[in-house]
């Protein structure tokens, strides 16, 4: 895709539907609430350790600071999209 690009309505259905359709279920049996200051971002932790993810990528970083102490890294969307080597 070409820079500054916009993705149609079908195509982000067309996106939506190959993650949905490519999703591992997973349950998620432990919780160590409250491990993050904003209750509502713990499922989002939750669901990073149990994905093993290495990073959460978000315009919210400093709500996800204990993130680190389960070796996941925060970072915004364009430090990410540079890290991964889709933007200079």
């Known amino acids: 895709m070409c820079a ?8 982000i259905d ?3 539907d190959f993650l949905c359709a490519s999703a591992n279920l997973r349950p998620i049996f432990f919780l160590w609430r409250p491990a993050l200051p904003d ?3 713990n499922m989002v932790l ?7 993810a290495d990073f959460i990528v978000t315009f919210n970083a ?5 993130a680190v102490q389960f070796g996941i890294g925060v970072t915004d969307p364009g ?7 889709e933007k200079p």
């Not at 939750?46 to 093993?52: D, F, H, I, K, Q």
């Open 4 to 11: 500054g690009a916009t993705l149609k309505l079908s195509d």
């Open 14 to 16: 067309d996106i939506l």
């Open 39 to 41: 209750q509502k971002d």
């Open 46 to 52: 939750e669901l990073a350790v149990e994905s093993r």
């Open 62 to 66: 400093k709500d996800f600071a204990g």
């Open 79 to 85: 430090s990410f999209l540079a890290t991964i080597g």
